[in-house]
C-alpha cells in the first residue's frame, strides 16, 4: 500500500450516539498545502462504519448559510454551501463523490473510471446509486451534516467492505460568504498537495477501528 494519510472510523453496532463520535477521532478541516494563510471558517469531520455502511459527520463553521438550489441530485458546489465526501477502493478506478448541503438536500456523483472523460453532469445522472443518507442541523456556529453510504453501494461493484477492505476517502468543503457565490472557501481532510478535489492518490486510507469477527460484508450474489 501506497503512503497515505490515515483516517479512521470507529465501529458502530448502530446508528452512531453521541458516545460513539466522541469515541471517533476528528480531523479538521484545512487549506490545500500550496495555500498561505488562515482558514476563515473551519470544521472538523468524524467517521463511523458497520455492516450496513459508512457514516460521516462533519461540524462545520458558517456565518453565512446560503443554499440557492433546494433540489437534490444538483451541482451543488455551484449553488452554495455544501460539504462532499469522496470515497473510492484503493485499487480501482471507480469513485463516488457525494453532497450535502445546509438546507438538507444531497446527490451522488458515480465516475465509473478517474480520470475520466465524463462531464460532472453525466457523472450526476448515469448511475443508480440513490442510497446516499444525508441529515443537516443548523448550529449556533454554523451546521452539521451527516452522512450515511449504504454498504450495499460500496460493493455493488465486487469489492468487500470491512476489515479486510482497502477504501480511501476524502472530503472537501465550498463555504460561500456572499449571494453571488464568488471566492468561496475551500478547504478539506485530509489536506491535498492542491485545492484540486480529484487528486485521488492523495485521498486517505480509511482505517477500520474496533472491528469484530462479522466486520466484513460481501454483496450477496443472486
Not at 171 to 178: I, K, P, V
Request: charged share 25%; proline share 5%; glycine share 8%.
Amino acid at each position: 500500500m501506497d503512503r497515505r494519510p490515515v483516517i479512521q472510523a470507529v465501529y458502530s453496532d448502530g446508528e452512531p450516539c453521541a458516545e460513539v463520535w466522541d469515541k471517533a477521532p476528528g480531523y479538521r478541516l484545512a487549506l490545500s498545502q500550496d495555500c498561505s494563510g488562515v482558514l476563515y471558517e473551519g470544521g472538523e469531520v468524524r467517521f463511523a462504519w458497520n455492516e450496513r455502511g459508512l457514516v460521516v459527520r462533519a461540524e462545520l463553521e458558517d456565518s453565512c448559510l446560503i443554499a440557492i438550489n433546494r433540489q437534490d441530485e444538483q451541482l451543488h458546489y455551484l449553488c452554495g454551501d455544501v460539504f462532499e465526501l469522496f470515497v473510492k477502493p484503493l485499487n480501482e478506478p471507480y469513485k463516488w463523490e457525494m453532497y450535502a448541503t445546509p438546507a438538507g438536500n444531497k446527490a451522488t456523483l458515480f465516475f465509473p473510471t478517474w480520470p475520466t472523460e465524463l462531464s460532472p453532469e453525466e457523472g450526476l445522472l448515469d448511475h443508480d446509486f440513490r442510497g446516499l443518507g444525508v441529515w443537516v442541523e443548523e448550529t449556533s456556529i454554523g451546521w452539521t451534516a451527516q452522512m450515511f453510504v449504504p454498504s450495499e453501494q460500496l460493493t455493488a461493484l465486487g469489492a468487500v467492505w470491512g476489515s479486510e477492505s482497502e477504501w480511501t476517502i476524502f472530503c472537501g468543503r465550498y463555504n460561500c460568504n456572499t449571494e453571488d457565490l464568488k471566492n468561496p472557501e475551500m478547504s478539506m481532510a485530509p489536506a491535498l498537495s492542491k485545492t484540486n478535489y480529484h487528486l485521488g492518490e492523495e485521498y486517505a486510507v480509511l482505517e477500520f477501528l474496533e472491528m469484530n469477527t462479522k466486520s466484513v460484508y460481501r454483496r450477496e450474489k443472486k
